[in-house]
């Protein structure tokens, strides 16, 4: 439990059964509160709501009252996010719903538990409900077609933002998974949007990205820093440079790559993020005035999704700038994920490095998803010695625990269906799902194995039914499609990593590729070229590259081939 938690007068109970058993001996609803350290507005609802001897009184007496942390416990955040956090829900001793606010001044919370007291002593647990997306139904299948692709980027045209950058004409995000399908697809897009992201949301004094802003104008950030955000951000803007060659590209992902080994760093591995500050008044604050403040603290938990996805970026980074530097914060904290929260293939999501028997729940999609995706791309980056020759091996075993206790009908929960609440219920994740996607077609490159394209196929297809409801959130659906229909750009090398002929292969301009340094199959001092499709039809250069100018005619003329060109 985070300390403003421990200062309110509230008596907080972990997530776990025993809270869950007093509601049912009771007979008292549960008060589920979702915080986060980072969450300025989560300490202001400690500090002015919980803390309110009235309030606090009455939680104590007519609720059990259970405090979350949402990056730890992200099942229960994904089950019961009312919007955004704080997320204040209310539920039966069984975990259904009985209603949720987000956050709740004094006044609002007297009103709040009036309503749902009465509401109690009305109907009791019948009043609860289970959100739509629990209740079993079975997720939209259908062919996957061309049509997807050409929806999301149809999707992305109708809601671009013209005049600042960007989807939508809220609050804007910096979506680096819709920007990197938008590199390869509508370029001009993707990079009006990483210039409005680096104009606007990037902390020029002390480095790194804030979380987003609420104005459509990119006005009004939230200050919060995650080291997920920053990681994908830093990729984005690597894989923008790889298309243009603009060191207005190249610089920011090296700045923010700065604040990740520097602010972030806890000398093994990243931390999680760093709070906006009480108040968030710090980051708004000129430069000067700040060196007078406390820095915003910083959460030193070791999350495995996200050291994973910082993993994937600095390796991405270092693949196309040989920055050797960024290469070895990347190994370090690869290195320490698979000693400290990898076994036999299951990922725990977390350790506190303040209590190392604290640790968090395994098999959860998104941590074998991105450790899939960083292993891969450290077997492309490093090569074969990569986590001491063992990175593919360990890649397999993860996605295997992934597939054996995660994929059925067809597709992905986000984690075991068991636990308190609704956590029993399974939830299919589209973007979880994608991102599992994405790793296991790497993977069955790689490795040659035609099972992971299989899975990978019968994911994809689980969700086709339903492409033409998705949006630019969800563009990356679009890759793994059209990844699927039409095949992975693969660039085999003889040479072992490093040479010129792999750092070549790396800096061709597709950031959907698979390169395979030190291949067994290709001669020593050539590249073999071929786009590999998951039903056979594979297309092969009809000869080897010698050189790096070699490589990129055979490159060219491939991919001309095959887009009819």
């Given at each position: 439990?985070?300390?403003?938690?421990?200062?309110?007068?509230?008596?907080?109970?972990?997530?776990?059964?025993?809270?869950?058993?007093?509601?049912?001996?009771?007979?008292?609803?549960?008060?589920?509160?979702?915080?986060?350290?980072?969450?300025?507005?989560?300490?202001?609802?400690?500090?002015?709501?919980?803390?309110?001897?009235?309030?606090?009184?009455?939680?104590?007496?007519?609720?059990?009252?259970?405090?979350?942390?949402?990056?730890?416990?992200?099942?229960?955040?994904?089950?019961?996010?009312?919007?955004?956090?704080?997320?204040?829900?209310?539920?039966?001793?069984?975990?259904?719903?009985?209603?949720?606010?987000?956050?709740?001044?004094?006044?609002?919370?007297?009103?709040?538990?009036?309503?749902?007291?009465?509401?109690?002593?009305?109907?009791?647990?019948?009043?609860?409900?289970?959100?739509?997306?629990?209740?079993?139904?079975?997720?939209?299948?259908?062919?996957?077609?061309?049509?997807?692709?050409?929806?999301?980027?149809?999707?992305?045209?109708?809601?671009?933002?013209?005049?600042?950058?960007?989807?939508?004409?809220?609050?804007?995000?910096?979506?680096?998974?819709?920007?990197?399908?938008?590199?390869?697809?509508?370029?001009?897009?993707?990079?009006?949007?990483?210039?409005?992201?680096?104009?606007?949301?990037?902390?020029?004094?002390?480095?790194?990205?804030?979380?987003?802003?609420?104005?459509?104008?990119?006005?009004?950030?939230?200050?919060?820093?995650?080291?997920?955000?920053?990681?994908?951000?830093?990729?984005?803007?690597?894989?923008?440079?790889?298309?243009?060659?603009?060191?207005?590209?190249?610089?920011?992902?090296?700045?923010?790559?700065?604040?990740?080994?520097?602010?972030?760093?806890?000398?093994?591995?990243?931390?999680?993020?760093?709070?906006?500050?009480?108040?968030?008044?710090?980051?708004?604050?000129?430069?000067?005035?700040?060196?007078?403040?406390?820095?915003?603290?910083?959460?030193?938990?070791?999350?495995?999704?996200?050291?994973?996805?910082?993993?994937?970026?600095?390796?991405?980074?270092?693949?196309?700038?040989?920055?050797?530097?960024a290469g070895r914060f990347a190994e370090r904290a690869l290195d320490t994920l698979d000693a400290e929260l990898i076994a036999d293939g299951e990922v725990s999501h977390y350790r506190d490095p303040e209590n190392t028997d604290d640790v968090g729940e395994s098999l959860l999609l998104a941590d074998h998803a991105h450790t899939v995706a960083a292993l891969t791309t450290a077997r492309e980056v490093l090569g074969a010695d990569a986590l001491d020759g063992r990175a593919i091996e360990v890649a397999r075993r993860v996605a295997d625990a992934a597939i054996d206790e995660l994929h059925a009908e067809g597709s992905f929960r986000d984690g075991p269906a068991s636990g308190e609440g609704l956590l029993d219920r399974p939830l299919r994740p589209l973007d979880g799902n994608v991102e599992m996607v994405d790793a296991l077609l790497d993977l069955a490159v790689i490795t040659g194995e035609d099972r992971y394209h299989d899975v990978a196929r019968e994911t994809i297809e689980a969700f086709a039914g339903a492409w033409d409801r998705f949006g630019p959130q969800v563009a990356v659906y679009g890759s793994a499609a059209s990844r699927l229909l039409n095949g992975t750009l693969v660039i085999r090398v003889g040479n072992p990593a490093g040479s010129d002929l792999h750092r070549a292969a790396l800096r061709m301009g597709d950031h959907e590729k698979v390169v395979v340094p030190g291949a067994d199959d290709v001669a020593d001092g050539t590249a073999t070229v071929s786009i590999v499709t998951a039903d056979d039809a594979d297309a092969t250069a009809a000869d080897p590259a010698t050189t790096p100018g070699e490589l990129e005619t055979r490159v060219s003329d491939l991919t001309a081939d095959r887009s009819g060109e």
């Open positions: 439990m985070d300390e403003s938690a421990e200062r309110t007068r509230v008596e907080w109970h972990e997530w776990g059964p025993e809270p869950f058993e007093i509601a049912d001996r009771t007979g008292k609803p549960v008060l589920l509160s979702l915080s986060a350290t980072w969450c300025s507005w989560c300490h202001e609802m400690d500090g002015e709501t919980y803390s309110e001897p009235r309030i606090a009184a009455n939680v104590n007496d007519g609720f059990v009252p259970v405090r979350v942390d949402v990056d730890r416990h992200p099942r229960v955040r994904e089950r019961y996010n009312m919007g955004g956090f704080p997320s204040t829900v209310f539920l039966t001793p069984e975990g259904e719903q009985l209603t949720g606010a987000g956050y709740l001044g004094p006044d609002g919370m007297r009103q709040v538990i009036t309503s749902v007291r009465k509401l109690w002593d009305g109907k009791g647990a019948e009043a609860g409900r289970v959100p739509r997306s629990l209740q079993g139904e079975a997720t939209p299948a259908g062919e996957l077609t061309p049509q997807i692709e050409e929806q999301l980027l149809g999707a992305l045209h109708e809601t671009y933002d013209e005049r600042s950058g960007g989807w939508g004409t809220d609050a804007k995000f910096p979506m680096p998974r819709t920007i990197e399908f938008a590199l390869k697809r509508e370029r001009q897009q993707a990079l009006r949007t990483l210039d409005a992201v680096g104009a606007n949301l990037f902390d020029e004094h002390a480095g790194g990205f804030y979380r987003y802003a609420a104005g459509e104008d990119w006005s009004e950030p939230h200050y919060e820093k995650m080291l997920d955000t920053n990681a994908a951000i830093v990729r984005a803007f690597a894989n923008a440079y790889l298309y243009t060659g603009g060191e207005e590209y190249r610089q920011p992902a090296a700045d923010t790559i700065d604040y990740l080994t520097t602010t972030l760093w806890t000398g093994d591995a990243f931390a999680g993020s760093q709070s906006a500050g009480e108040g968030a008044s710090y980051y708004a604050r000129a430069a000067t005035e700040r060196e007078d403040a406390d820095e915003p603290s910083v959460d030193p938990t070791l999350f495995a999704d996200r050291n994973a996805l910082a993993v994937d970026a600095l390796l991405t980074y270092r693949a196309y700038t040989d920055d050797d530097a």
